[in-house]
């Protein structure tokens, strides 16, 4: 899954931010920390069922969950939440394993922050998961076209063998008959390639 990098010429004070928080003292705090930090788009909600239709709807930059008294179900359910959506999460909580830390990890969970719920630590942390994702998705995306070249790479290759047995061609002459092409129909040369793997393979 490719994340979507948040533009970091983007005012961090115009996020639109959605706080999950059963507690609404601790809501509150969050609430309070995120408006001193002159955050104003800040949607709080207390329940957790039904929170991804929520976070389709809203649609916000950065989710801030906050578990008072974690259980296993409950965890469960809101590292399949954060599976599904590519934002930067700062997750809450007042105790943890290695296993549910390792879980959040997994779940691409930004910041995951144990018995740290203070109203002067929420800026930091928030600012923290942004830098953490916008880094997590610059690999991603790195990782996905490094992927993407060497698939095309293997392609052409295959394209240029094709070529010189079916038509009698150096390796030299069966590129430059597809670059030629490529250019011709202002497609791209791995397309080319495609087409000719492709044709090839409808003959066989």
């Known amino acids: 899954m490719l994340h979507c990098v948040i533009n970091p010429c983007m005012n961090h004070l115009d996020l639109t931010i959605l706080v999950i928080d059963e507690n609404a003292v601790r809501a509150a705090i969050i609430e309070e920390g995120l408006h001193e930090a002159g955050h104003r788009r800040v949607t709080v909600v207390h329940e957790v069922n039904g929170i991804a239709r929520i976070v389709e709807t809203l649609a916000p930059d950065v989710i801030i969950i906050d578990i008072e008294n974690p259980n296993r179900d409950m965890m469960e359910h809101l590292f399949q939440l954060t599976r599904s959506v590519s934002r930067p999460i700062a997750?809450?909580?007042?105790?943890?394993?290695?296993?549910?830390?390792?879980?959040?990890?997994?779940?691409?969970?930004?910041?995951?922050?144990?018995?740290?719920?203070?109203?002067?630590?929420?800026?930091?942390?928030?600012?923290?998961?942004?830098?953490?994702?916008?880094?997590f998705s610059r690999l991603q995306r790195e990782l996905a076209d490094a992927r993407?070249?060497?698939?095309?790479?293997?392609?052409?290759?295959?394209?240029?063998?094709?070529?010189?047995?079916?038509?009698?061609?150096?390796?030299?002459?069966?590129?430059?008959?597809?670059?030629?092409?490529?250019?011709?129909?202002?497609?791209?040369?791995?397309?080319?390639?495609?087409?000719?793997?492709?044709?090839?393979?409808?003959?066989?």
């Open 91 to 135: 997750m809450f909580v007042d105790r943890s394993d290695t296993a549910s830390i390792e879980a959040a990890v997994d779940a691409g969970v930004s910041a995951y922050v144990v018995d740290g719920l203070r109203k002067e630590r929420i800026k930091p942390i928030l600012d923290m998961a942004v830098s953490r994702f916008n880094a």
């Open 148 to 204: 993407s070249a060497l698939e095309e790479r293997k392609v052409i290759e295959r394209a240029k063998g094709i070529l010189m047995k079916m038509r009698g061609l150096s390796e030299e002459e069966a590129f430059t008959l597809m670059r030629q092409t490529a250019m011709n129909e202002k497609k791209r040369l791995a397309d080319i390639a495609q087409s000719v793997v492709t044709a090839a393979g409808m003959l066989l």
